[in-house]
């Protein structure tokens, strides 16, 4: 069972515009959620995370937001440049059980 | 710092034959994670090891296997070969349970 859900499977949006990526868990004890970011042929790499004592975290152009009520998250990009296009996974985990439990991406096409 | 490597990085192999997956973690970390990754389904966690122990394991069949040795290195099996085990296998080591998770480029399985 899809304990975490990325419902869009793609994106597509115009360079300079927010994009805006979102992540479902149905899992109550999820207390740490990741974005990593995935280019074809490679590895995914760690974007952001955030801890589910806070509701936003910021780095640069990417930020994270969590309603725990909703057991919603979601990343935004702003602007979104060309180099964002990439596959984007939502990660989730919980203290004692460092086990991450991905959703299935959102691939993200940035248009010039 | 060298990253973590996987070996080999594409594979074909036919249905019932058994395929042994390399990952060599980034120097110093102890613990060595494997993934499937899959459309539509995302990265599925398979198992993780930490000083050659099995920590946590995921929801898949005991075909698949795995080992950590002395030096962190790790191995996964898989045995009897079915078609819908063709995926991206993912290792990722981290210095920590607690700790972020740097992801390889993945081997890349065809079962024919």
């Known amino acids: 069972d899809q304990q975490v859900k990325q419902n869009s499977p793609s994106l597509s949006v115009q360079e300079g515009r927010i994009s805006i990526l979102n992540c479902d868990y149905t899992?109550?004890?999820?207390?740490?959620f990741l974005w990593y970011k995935k280019y074809p042929a490679e590895g995914p790499t760690f974007l952001i995370s955030?801890?589910?004592?806070?509701d936003k975290n910021e780095d640069g152009r990417f930020t994270v937001f969590l309603n725990k009520s909703a057991k919603h998250l979601s990343l935004h990009i702003v602007p979104s440049q060309p180099g964002d296009s990439a596959v984007y996974f939502c990660?989730?985990?919980?203290?004692?059980?460092?086990?991450?439990?991905f959703g299935a991406g959102t691939t993200v096409t940035v248009r010039a | 710092k060298a990253g973590v490597t996987q070996t080999p990085r594409y594979l074909i192999k036919t249905r019932g034959q058994q395929v042994t997956l390399s990952c060599s973690p980034i120097?110093?970390?102890?613990?060595v994670s494997w993934y499937q990754q899959t459309p539509g389904q995302g990265l599925q966690f398979l198992f993780e090891?930490?000083?050659?122990?099995?920590?946590n394991k995921g929801n898949f069949p005991g075909r698949f296997s795995g080992r950590q040795f002395s030096n962190s290195r790790s191995e996964m099996n898989v045995s009897t070969l079915e078609l819908g085990d063709s995926a991206l296998y993912l290792c990722?080591?981290?210095?920590?349970?607690?700790?972020?998770?740097?992801f390889g480029p993945g081997t890349r399985l065809t079962v024919t």
């Open positions: 120097s110093g970390h102890r613990s």
């Open positions: 899992n109550s004890m999820f207390d740490y």
């Open positions: 990660a989730a985990s919980e203290t004692n059980d460092y086990k991450l439990s």
């Open positions: 990722a080591s981290r210095l920590t349970l607690a700790g972020g998770q740097y």
């Open positions: 090891y930490f000083s050659e122990t099995q920590r």
């Open positions: 955030i801890s589910s004592i806070k």
